[in-house]
């Protein structure tokens, strides 16, 4: 499975970004999509999920805020981030999971700055 993000930027607090992901390669095996993000010097952390089915997963610090969709004829997930804050600059990654393996792009993502 090949993924590529596009999107991301600066945006001012309060401000929105879209993120896309689109996948090739052996899409058929996907079971999920969506998004991870990594902040300096933190953890990183699973922010929205989307199943095959199309059942969604948020971490609490995004909810109401973030929403993840999947346009499954252009095999592409979307992640739309809506009044950022601060604390939401990191580098995002998109993954896909098929079975009990991750496929991601853990050494580009993209980033994304919130600025005060």
């Known amino acids: 499975v090949q993924l590529v993000e596009t999107g991301g930027g600066l945006v001012q607090a309060g401000g929105s970004l879209r993120l896309s992901c689109a996948a090739s390669?052996?899409?058929?095996?996907?079971?999920?999509m969506g998004w991870y993000r990594q902040a300096p010097g933190k953890q990183r952390e699973t922010v929205a999920g989307i199943t095959s089915g199309g059942s969604t997963d948020y971490a609490n610090s995004v909810k109401g805020r973030f929403t993840i969709s999947r346009d499954n004829a252009k095999n592409t997930v979307y992640l739309q981030m809506n009044i950022l804050k601060p604390e939401d600059t990191a580098v995002y990654y998109c993954y896909a999971r098929v079975g009990l393996s991750i496929y991601a792009n853990w050494g580009q993502g993209t980033q994304v700055t919130v600025s005060s």
């Open positions: 390669g052996s899409i058929f095996s996907i079971d999920a």
